[in-house]
């Protein structure tokens, strides 16, 4: 039982059907990547009895270094030779640096340092760990390719958790890759407990963490106003006492299920002049008076003293929805005269000063704004997010300055 991989394995670790050529498993550290790696291996080789050819006889295995290859990928705790049974199991023969199965189909190892040990061999299958952090990727991704001729279909299987990288990003958009996706906490049978609450504590509600953990692509946009690296080092763990708070809000023009989100920002001062983003409590899909209740119900999780909204959209409407929920709702309405690039400009030149801190969870908001650039917005839809993020932080620390007095008109 232990070795029918097909009857306990997760759903993202088991090969997607169809006539692909790449299949790509993006997933946090610890989600069983390497396990599903190993098993695709097997599944290509082993026949129906010990000796009976497979689908593949020559398959590549690539590492970042070879070292990594024969310690993780072949000899590892979830590695090849672990997940073989014993009439299955392959031969290591180091002078080689190959693996032989009792039916004769082979592995061979390579590093991905050496792009250039690919030119020549042939395979009609191949397994590649962690491609997003080879430094050779496109290299040594050119040259798999050319070698993978062999048979009616030869395929890789690419298990690593994502990063930035140019070489994966061009991989995952060819309609030729089929993706799947995993999160560390899906394999957390498999897991210390005491690492899953670590890394939750330390890490849950980051891009960091989304990356690590949740397995999700984090792409970086050439000319953004923020990146990762400057909201990473802008994280605050715990709320600090503030002199004010508000909430903002970016209503959308419509309230159907298909409409753009309602953006919806909490932030507060403290005493020395810095702020703190404390929720996005943003909302999709719902009536006006969904998003008025969404809004109000933050000022009051968050002691807000003034609610700031967006009426370039509804105008009046805007301020009645809202006083529907809350006749005295304290109520800053705000038109905006510029685009959204022109209004985020001066709101991310605080963060670049070290102005503004975020508390976890903002990961969402956190995405729309490393998509905004100078020259519009990056992403699908709208940045409803990151509008309402601008409203909180223009009336909480660039309003009495008047840096930001062209771009509204408080009404």
Request: overall charge neutral.
């Amino acid at each position: 039982m232990p070795y029918l991989f097909d009857l306990w394995a997760l759903p993202y670790q088991l090969p997607p059907e169809g006539r692909w050529r790449s299949w790509v498993i993006l997933g946090g550290r610890g989600a069983g990547k390497t396990r599903a790696g190993a098993e695709w291996v097997r599944g290509q080789v082993e026949g129906a009895r010990p000796k009976d050819p497979g689908r593949c006889r020559r398959i590549a295995l690539l590492g970042e270094t070879f070292d990594q290859v024969r310690e993780v990928m072949v000899f590892g705790d979830s590695g090849i030779m672990a997940c073989c049974p014993p009439d299955r199991r392959p031969v290591w023969q180091a002078s080689r640096s190959c693996l032989v199965w009792p039916n004769g189909a082979e592995a061979m190892a390579f590093s991905a340092q050496s792009p250039e040990a690919l030119r020549g061999p042939q395979f009609d299958g191949a397994w590649a760990d962690e491609l997003a952090k080879w430094a050779k990727a496109q290299d040594v991704w050119d040259m798999l390719q050319f070698g993978l001729r062999l048979g009616d279909l030869p395929q890789v299987c690419v298990t690593t958790t994502p990063r930035n990288q140019p070489t994966l990003k061009v991989l995952l958009a060819r309609p030729s890759t089929v993706v799947t996706h995993a999160a560390t906490e899906a394999n957390r049978a498999n897991l210390a407990a005491s690492f899953l609450e670590e890394m939750s504590a330390r890490y849950a509600g980051t891009r960091l963490g989304r990356q690590e953990l949740d397995g999700v692509l984090m792409e970086d946009v050439p000319g953004a106003l923020w990146n990762p690296a400057m909201l990473e080092a802008g994280r605050q763990e715990e709320v600090p006492a503030m002199v004010r708070v508000v909430v903002a809000v970016d209503p959308p023009a419509t309230g159907s299920k298909t409409s753009d989100a309602c953006g919806i920002v909490a932030a507060g001062l403290t005493a020395d002049g810095r702020a703190v983003v404390l929720e996005d409590a943003s909302v999709q899909g719902v009536s006006p008076t969904g998003w008025a209740e969404a809004a109000i119900a933050a000022m009051t999780r968050w002691g807000a003293e003034r609610m700031v909204a967006e009426v370039n959209q509804g105008g009046d409407m805007v301020e009645a929805v809202l006083r529907s929920v809350d006749p005295d709702l304290p109520l800053r309405k705000v038109h905006a005269s510029r685009g959204k690039s022109a209004r985020a400009e001066p709101v991310a030149a605080l963060y670049e000063q070290g102005r503004v801190r975020h508390l976890k969870g903002l990961d969402l908001l956190e995405d729309e704004m490393c998509r905004m650039t100078l020259s519009g917005y990056a992403g699908q839809g709208s940045p409803d997010r990151v509008d309402a993020l601008v409203w909180a932080l223009t009336e909480l620390c660039l309003q009495k300055t008047g840096r930001a007095r062209p771009a509204l008109r408080c009404l």
